[in-house]
């Protein structure tokens, strides 16, 4: 049900995105760093994936805000959550430079 219904993966990744994000925010700050780690990776996979998901960065786009995303990048959303969060291999590798 969940792969034929993008709108309940778009409320899933949404969902998971936050966990993660809080999760991560926790370990930092208990000194976890290895975990922290861990997460932020996790993270970074998840934004991949949207890359080979057109139809889910699609509604997702319009839920920027609950993904912590509070500009318009013009990138697409998995530039943009991977510029906001610090995500990925930066935006040089990106844009191909």
């Not at 319009?62 to 509070?70: F, M, P, V």
Request: charged share 30%; no cysteine; glycine share 14%.
């Amino acid at each position: 049900m969940l792969r034929k219904n993008p709108d309940l993966r778009a409320d899933r990744f949404v969902e998971r995105f936050q966990e993660l994000k809080q999760t991560g925010e926790r370990q930092y700050a208990a000194g976890d760093y290895s975990g922290y780690r861990s997460i932020r990776a996790e993270m970074g996979n998840m934004v991949m994936g949207l890359e080979r998901d057109p139809q889910l960065e699609s509604i997702l786009e319009g839920r920027k805000r609950d993904l912590g995303i509070s500009f318009d990048s013009g990138l697409g959303i998995s530039r943009a959550l991977a510029l906001s969060h610090g995500l990925g291999r930066g935006r040089g590798r990106d844009l191909g430079l």
